[in-house]
């Protein structure tokens, strides 16, 4: 079955720096992969998403790259903001119609 | 996206009891899953539940333990039985709008369980 794994477990920056999160997955037929964003207590809420058939996208300060061949795929997020402090979950959706996620990010921006 | 209502939002509960957490859609979907996710941790799949079939359940999961009820295409139920402090997690049920090439996932505001 799909594996997802997800680096770094916790990630600082200080505002206005940049974040990169990185996941790699296993089950070349995965073809769907978003991102979720996890406030403290809060359900998780997808931020950003992209396809197999893409190879980068981006929604202002948060961007999404994907290398199928390499199977990684990995969350940009410019600017940071206080308010981006949460944990990101990155995930994999294959053909039998699970989204199987990464163990997540716990990002902290300092201002 | 699709909205969902689910409850009890938290509960703590004695061991050895069971819990039936509910979660409406408001509208038809094929295909509804149950995750868990224990305390700082990831969101582990537990099972789909499809309208008109049992369930398809995890590696590490069994019917027995968390049965699911799945009668209508906007309604499912999670049953977390004979419950111990390990069972202790939120768990969240989720839709996928899947369908004219649209993958999106939605998560209800998931049940926060305390077995004590």
């Known amino acids: 079955g799909e594996n997802v794994e997800q680096h770094p477990s916790t990630l600082s920056v200080q505002e206005g720096d940049s974040a990169v999160i990185k996941c790699t997955y296993s089950d070349s037929a995965s073809n769907y992969f978003p991102w979720y964003k996890q406030e403290l207590g809060k359900r998780p809420q997808l931020i950003i998403d992209i396809r197999s058939n893409v190879g980068e996208k981006k929604d202002q300060r948060i961007a999404v790259t994907l290398n199928k061949t390499a199977k990684h795929f990995s969350l940009h997020i410019t600017e940071t903001q206080p308010e981006d402090s949460a944990v990101y979950f990155c995930a994999a959706y294959n053909q039998g119609g699970k989204l199987i996620f990464g163990q997540g990010t716990e990002l902290s921006v300092k201002p | 996206s699709a909205v969902i209502s689910q409850k009890p939002s938290r509960d703590i509960c004695q061991r050895g009891t069971s819990l039936t957490i509910q979660c409406q859609v408001d509208?038809?979907?094929?295909?509804m899953f149950w995750y868990r996710q224990q305390p700082g941790q990831s969101l582990t799949l537990i099972a789909t539940a499809n309208q008109g079939s049992e369930a398809t359940y995890e590696s590490g999961f069994v019917i027995d333990k968390f049965p699911i009820s799945r009668p209508n295409l906007t309604f499912s139920t999670l049953t977390v039985s004979n419950m111990s402090p390990e069972d202790s997690s939120i768990y969240l049920c989720s839709v996928t709008t899947q369908g004219t090439g649209n993958y999106g996932y939605t998560f209800g505001s998931g049940t926060r369980l305390t077995v004590v």
């Open positions: 509208s038809q979907v094929t295909m």
